[in-house]
């Protein structure tokens, strides 16, 4: 790593803990950021508990990846308000190896998933979350929404002894009752006071009810207990061998693509509602430096977590404040207040996350659809499908991929030109629109070679040559008048056409056009040269 690498990457582990916001720091704002963390860390424990399930793993390895993964994205992140922690969508990829090859090579994946994203992050990676459309970012929030809503139908399912079973009658009307009244109070709640957090009141009266009146409803205690001590530093018990990492490199690929993706469009939905900017390269180094330091203490590893970001900014989290607090609580939770965390009703956790599903949703994109073409309206409703059908890195993938060859159809219908003969007799072509693979067929059909004059212009002064297509159509087309004995000349073609006329090895380049279209440059077919002209 060279010291110019090193040093960047120093620049972005180090951690931001300046609590200022547009308020200033107080004492209110204090209490906010540490119930904002608190109901964040009641939320987690169910959501680890299932993810480390889905991986076949015990429930305290997703729990430590959530403390771990948390406080340390919280601190080095580079959005504060954003919480990661165990997530489904990498715990889905994890579960094929620990089958396969046992737990101890799921830590060393880890950690390899996590070097590979501090190498992204040192790389500036990050930046290319930009070239995600606005579709793809509104079909991403309503897939993700739905996989949320579909995975809380999972707490009305209780176990019978041959499998699970869906809730039938007293135990159903009870557990949507108390949902029904969580998601009220959470409605209603800010309407009447902003002293503490909606979704943490709502957590904490339902709670109430049921340990009150003694109601049988299913608990957090009723998937796992949670107890335990602190993550133990433990290098996985791995074979150092070649065939290990044979075995271990694919999954980290995937989970670090997976995580990265996910956590930036998560960085990017916060930033939208919280009106920050910027922080992606950073954000993918302390993805990379929680997951590594997450393989070596027993951890599944994790990424950022929309929904319980959405609960933490919902709540009122702004800084790294809330962050640091959810995972210290979910540290205590674990090591002493397991009994107490045990007895939260599901059906409080589950309201919780029905109003993220609501607050999640883009419920505007129907407006939207009726008004866009028709093209993003197709790109919103594929990227929603393949996220529940499949997972969010693929139907992001998918979006970009279709959002991208629709834009370049788009602009290989664009190139036309404009012709003119002037009193010398010589004929002007005049190019617009972008030259690339896409129009260079559109390109070639332009010119009316047999019928042209002794002598052409090729203008490219409202065009633009982007790859190495449009300069061989430009050698086509510069040869087929060669080979009727015709002259050809090309005009104010930019510096950065010329340097890949010179990289590509087609035309020699000795010219120094003016970038600004003010200096002409001629094509001799015959010397094969590129010249100034006038």
């Known amino acids: 790593m060279t010291p110019a690498i090193m040093a960047r990457f120093a620049r972005m582990a180090k951690p931001d803990l300046s609590l200022m916001n547009d308020e200033g720091f107080t004492a209110s704002r204090l209490r906010i950021e540490i119930l904002s963390g608190l109901t964040v860390a009641l939320a987690l424990v169910p959501e680890a508990i299932a993810f480390a399930f889905v991986a076949h793993v015990h429930p305290l390895v997703g729990l430590y990846a959530a403390f771990i993964v948390g406080l340390i994205t919280a601190l080095f992140g580079g959005r504060p308000g954003m919480i990661s922690g165990a997530t489904g969508a990498l715990a889905v990829v994890m579960v094929a190896l620990v089958i396969e090859h046992g737990v101890e090579y799921l830590f060393a994946t880890v950690v390899l998933m996590g070097l590979l994203q501090i190498f992204a992050g040192v790389m500036q990676w990050g930046?290319?979350?930009r070239l995600v459309p606005h579709p793809v970012m509104l079909g991403f929030v309503n897939g993700l929404a739905i996989v949320i809503f579909l995975a809380q139908l999972t707490q009305f399912k209780v176990s019978d002894g041959d499998g699970q079973v869906w809730l039938s009658g007293t135990p159903l009307y009870v557990m949507l009752a108390l949902v029904a009244l969580t998601m009220a109070i959470i409605h209603y709640l800010p309407k009447l006071t902003k002293v503490i957090p909606a979704p943490l009141a709502g957590?904490?009266?339902?709670?109430a009810i049921v340990i009150v009146f003694g109601l049988?409803?299913?608990r957090v205690g009723d998937m796992a207990s949670i107890e335990g001590g602190l993550p133990p530093f433990h290098i996985p018990a791995v074979p150092f061998t070649w065939e290990t990492l044979q075995i271990i490199l694919p999954y980290s690929i995937i989970l670090a693509a997976i995580g990265l993706i996910e956590s930036?469009?998560?960085l990017n939905l916060v930033g939208e509602m919280t009106g920050k900017r910027g922080g992606a390269s950073q954000e993918c180094v302390a993805q990379g430096l929680a997951n590594t330091v997450t393989g070596f203490f027993g951890g599944m590893g994790g990424c950022a977590m929309i929904g319980q970001s959405m609960i933490n900014v919902k709540s009122g989290g702004r800084t790294r404040i809330a962050g640091i607090a959810a995972a210290l609580f979910l540290l205590f939770f674990i090591l002493a207040g397991s009994s107490i965390i045990e007895q939260i009703p599901l059906a409080a956790l589950v309201g919780v996350m029905f109003m993220v599903v609501i607050g999640t949703f883009a419920w505007n994109s129907f407006r939207i659809m009726r008004k866009v073409p028709l093209i993003d309206a197709f790109v919103i409703v594929l990227v929603t499908i393949v996220t529940v059908a499949t997972d969010l890195a693929v139907a992001v993938v998918v979006g970009v991929i279709v959002s991208a060859l629709a834009y370049a159809w788009n602009n290989a219908r664009r190139i036309h030109a404009h012709t003119e003969i002037d009193a010398d007799g010589v004929k002007a072509y005049r190019i617009q629109g972008p030259l690339f693979f896409g129009s260079s067929d559109g390109f070639m059909e332009l010119f009316t070679i047999d019928a042209d004059p002794s002598k052409v212009i090729v203008d490219f002064a409202d065009s633009r040559v982007v790859d190495q297509s449009a300069l061989q159509a430009i050698e086509a087309v510069a040869a087929k008048y060669e080979a009727v004995g015709k002259q050809i000349q090309l005009r104010h073609l930019s510096r950065d056409c010329h340097s890949l006329l010179t990289k590509a090895g087609h035309l020699?380049?000795?010219s120094d056009d003016d970038p600004?279209?003010?200096?002409?440059?001629?094509?001799?077919?015959?010397?094969?040269?590129?010249?100034?002209?006038?």
């Open 127 to 129: 930046k290319f979350i």
């Open 203 to 207: 957590i904490g009266i339902v709670a």
């Open 216 to 218: 049988d409803v299913p």
């Open 264 to 266: 930036l469009l998560t």
């Open 508 to 510: 020699m380049v000795d």
């Open 516 to 534: 600004e279209y003010e200096i002409a440059a001629n094509y001799s077919v015959r010397t094969g040269i590129l010249e100034g002209g006038h």
